[in-house]
């Protein structure tokens, strides 16, 4: 059975930095996601199987998607937080390996009970 644990949500000031880290238990195709209330869900980083790797247009050039293979760990470093990132944020894992890591949420089957991290202005 497949375990993804979130840890290191929290509560920055806008320009803050939080690195959110998903413990699991085997990798495939990995990606973060994350809702806000009264919004749908986002997918906003993807990594695959050579290290490639997909950003939403929101966070690129501020979030950086990760993982140590030994530790089977995948990160999430968010860098220059804006209000609007806040929300729950999950990891998520494919059935399977992929090249370019899809951004849509259907493609993954596995999930995390989710971190939340809230900016402030």
């Not at 959110?20 to 919004?39: D, H, T, V």
């Not at 806040?86 to 894992?93: L, P, V």
Request: glycine share 14%.
């Amino acid at each position: 059975q497949v375990q993804l644990v979130e840890s290191g949500g929290g509560s920055v000031q806008a320009g803050g930095s939080l690195r959110l880290s998903c413990a699991a238990s085997g990798f495939y195709c990995m990606g973060w996601f994350r809702q806000a209330p009264g919004k749908e869900r986002e997918g906003v980083a993807g990594i695959g199987r050579e290290g490639e790797t997909r950003y939403a247009d929101s966070v690129t050039g501020r979030f950086t998607i990760s993982r140590d293979n030994a530790k089977t760990t995948l990160y999430l470093q968010m860098n220059s937080l804006k209000p609007e990132d806040t929300g729950m944020y999950y990891c998520a894992r494919a059935p399977g390996w992929c090249l370019k890591p899809p951004l849509d949420g259907n493609f993954y089957n596995s999930w995390g009970q989710g971190t939340q991290v809230t900016v402030s202005s």
